[in-house]
């Protein structure tokens, strides 16, 4: 039976990483892989996580399941930290990693609706599609960059486009892979746009606090909790807490029956892996009720919320330099841990085979993966390339 298996494409991202750990060259550079790294190129673990993490197993006396739902402290102070209160209308269930809350929110809107179409913006990230196409769910791209910026006329229009009972995909800041955010003053229009559809709009949140800040990366989804009759949100712990391999991750969901909907979601956890991994939320949880751990947490992320514009700033400058064009000044203003430099894949081929550097084929780079003296290199290579 098993030799029926289709072949699978390979993970371009994946493959990527095993390319850049067979390269022997010194001096190589990779800003593929989306996972934070500081000037070492380590991934640290935050002070306050290993703070919590003496806290929790000096205190734990029992491993046993906790509720198909996850630990209700955990869905409270995920909520808190992502609307600011707990609306009357919230449900939330802890899910294995932002992806595992993506998952749970397409299979609940598909629940709900088996005909649905899931609007994405394009690009997105590359396992938004593949989650909605081994799901069975249609997909379709709203426009959403160009050139350096978010084409807000070309966003809407398409939006304009979905159905009742469609889905809206949105991403809650940091955009995945441009680093590209609608302005302020456009939120509105953009909710606007998704009542007048008829259509449920799906925050992916997976890099509150790397962008303009904690309070200030949670803004737009909270204007649309405001806005909206509905609301879903898939939210990540694995980048602001820094706990990737924990898999923590949450999904809310915001409606006029919350016991229907928590009841529906609950259920799918139990389909899916029956109990959700409770680790990391218990780590979080520590953190975000503690007012100690939550300053140095908030205190330790900020510092590399700075550090990531820092590095935009420098490398803009040294693009500006190299280039002597203002072709990538659009860096500087982005935000989060990506940008999409526009180069072709054929220049990107040559970053990694000339030069060591490696990123994905369309460009995307993690800034997070530079550091004071790779952003010269990277300058000077692209310029090369051009």
């Known amino acids: ?18 390319m850049f750990r067979a390269d022997e060259r010194p001096g190589k550079v990779d800003l593929g892989v989306g996972v934070y790294k500081d000037a070492e190129g380590r991934t640290p673990i935050f002070r306050a996580i290993k703070a919590a993490e003496g806290r929790v197993h000096r205190r734990q006396d029992t491993k046993a399941y ?17 609307l600011g209160e707990r609306p009357g209308g919230a449900a939330a269930i802890a899910t ?13 809107a598909r629940s709900a609706n088996p005909d649905l179409t899931l609007r994405l913006p394009a690009p997105t990230w590359p396992n938004h599609p593949a989650i909605a196409r081994h799901l069975g769910i249609k997909a379709r791209e709203y426009r959403y960059f160009d050139g350096g910026t978010v084409d807000m006329d070309g966003m809407l229009e398409d939006i304009a486009k979905a159905r009742p009972g469609d889905v809206v995909l949105l991403h809650g800041c940091c955009h995945n892979p441009t680093g590209a ?4 003053e456009d939120w509105p229009r953009i909710a606007r746009a998704v009542r ?34 509905e609301l879903l949100i898939a939210a ?16 809310i969901a915001l409606s006029g029956d919350p016991g229907l909907t928590q009841a529906n979601m609950a259920s799918l956890n139990r389909l899916n892996f029956s109990f959700p991994p409770d680790w990391g939320a218990r780590l979080v949880t520590e953190v975000l009720d503690d007012e100690a ?5 908030q205190a330790e992320l900020e510092g590399m919320r700075e550090g990531m514009l820092g590095l935009r700033r420098a490398l803009a400058d040294a693009l500006r330099a190299r280039t002597n064009s203002d ?21 990107v081929r040559r970053l990694r085979e000339e030069h060591a550097i490696y990123m994905i084929g369309d460009s995307r780079m993690n800034v997070a993966g530079l550091n004071a003296r790779t952003v010269d290199t990277l300058a000077e290579a692209v310029a090369k390339v051009l």
């Open 96 to 108: 294995p990693g932002g992806t595992g809350a993506v998952h749970a929110a397409l299979e609940l």
């Open 327 to 347: 072709r990538f000044d659009f860096v500087a203003g982005h935000r989060g841990m990506f940008s999409r430099l526009g180069l072709t894949p054929e220049q």
């Open 293 to 297: 751990l939550r300053a140095d947490w």
């Open 196 to 229: 007048r559809a008829g259509a449920t709009a799906m925050v992916d949140l997976a890099y509150q606090g790397f962008g303009d800040g904690l309070e200030e990366d949670a803004l737009f989804t909270r204007m649309l909790a405001a806005e909206l009759p």
């Open 236 to 251: 990540s712990c694995s980048k602001n807490f820094g706990i990737y391999r924990e898999r923590t991750g949450v999904l």
């Open 181 to 184: 955010n609608p302005a302020r």
């Open 1 to 18: 039976m098993l030799e029926k298996l289709r072949p699978q494409p390979e993970d371009k991202i994946i493959a990527l990483s095993g």
């Open 66 to 82: 906790t509720t198909l739902a996850g630990d209700p402290a955990f869905a409270d102070a995920m909520i808190r930290l992502i």
